[in-house]
């Protein structure tokens, strides 16, 4: 409803005109010529080219967003501007005035030259409000009256000038000061002081508190990771948060040798399974199939060692491994699933935060699809020293979520859920 547009007196900012080399997307450079002999320098002609171009794009943009200025206000626009001395100002004022060409009967513009020579908003607005009906106030600064005789622009728009000089403020601002005085010896006698009639709606305003200022904490979205460990005893979201990641000193490409991390070591098993043909059967067929990923540069030598290929074929020969081979099979699938955000923090009231979403990212790592429905398979990589019990029990929610993600994107039952533990050859069923 209201802008407020203030510091329209202060200068348009030039200074990238005055640098000894000018630059400019489209002309070039303009640099300045140097004259060692003389021991002197001056701008050349591509300078003063690329000079004029800056400043005018330059003002091109301040006109814009003098512009936006204008068209947002609904009922009011407030303009404020200070000058240094108010007489060079109305003499710059009524020169760009004088010189202003008529287009019709109310329609009178400023000359481009004379645009281009203003040095802020405030001169831009009050050159054209000295030939506004409404620029009384302006006109009146000289005592001697305006030589133009033509009509004021009388358009729709209407104009309240208020001109307010140094002296007025510091008189202000001494009453001001004087009757905070007053106020507070008041306050010191009476021991008490009298309230605005707004006091309990600013009592009200400022004590306001975001109702659900706890999701300012949590993420947008979390990866099924994450979400597990969050269900595990002992997580501690402080010290999570305190994880640095060690960062490598030398490129992989200069160590001459480095020992593969966990980490790594599972990737590059998942890696394995996503590509490897398991209908192929036997060690021999196996470890072609690894070489020729290397020939592919898919893997590395040192990256196919790390691959023990006993135990993907004790997975592939068991029963499970059969049924895989056997049915249409599905690997690393990628999925976001928006869920309550009450599923992952249960300290949360569902009342008032079950409405709330957060975005599950994860990748499934296989599945099958036979007559009746669905099989989930989950590979685990990692030494797991616990008894199955602890295993299941540790990877319920990670389980869970792939099974409501995969019956999400497929529309249909999940029946059986897998987790295959590479380190034993052990089937867990969920």
Known sequence: PVVILAGTGKSFNMMDMNKSILLHQDLGFGPDFVDYDKRISYAT???????????LESLSEEMRILYVAFTRAKEKLIILGTVNSLKSAHARWKNKASDSKSYGTNIHKLPSHHVLRCKNYLDWICSALYQHADGDLLRD????????DRCFAAD??????????KQDILKVQKQEDKQDF??????????????????EEIERRLQWE?????????????????????????YD?????????VLVKKPMFMEESRAMSAAEKGTIMHFAMQHLDIALKGKEKLLKQLHSMVEMELLTEEQVKTIDADKILRLLESPLGERMAAAKLYREIPFNMEIGCTEIYTDLDPKEYGHHKVMLQGVIDCYFEEADGLVLIDYKTDFVKDGSEVIRKRYETQIDSYTK?????????????YIYLFYNGEILEM
């Open 45 to 55: 002609a591509a300078k003063h080219a690329l000079r004029y171009k800056i400043r």
């Open 141 to 148: 600064i000289e005592e001697a009256p305006w030589s133009d």
């Open 156 to 165: 729709d728009s209407r104009w309240c000038i208020r001109l307010i000089s």
């Open 182 to 199: 007053i106020n507070e010896f008041a306050f010191m006698e009476d021991g008490q002081s009298a309230h605005s009639e707004y006091k």
């Open 210 to 234: 975001y109702p659900y200022k706890l999701m300012n904490a949590l993420p947008v979205k979390i990866t099924v990771s994450e979400m597990k460990r969050r269900f595990d005893s002992g």
């Open 237 to 245: 979201e402080q010290s999570a948060n305190l994880f640095v990641p």
């Open 405 to 417: 993600a995969l019956e999400h994107i497929t529309g249909k039952k999940v029946k059986e859920r």
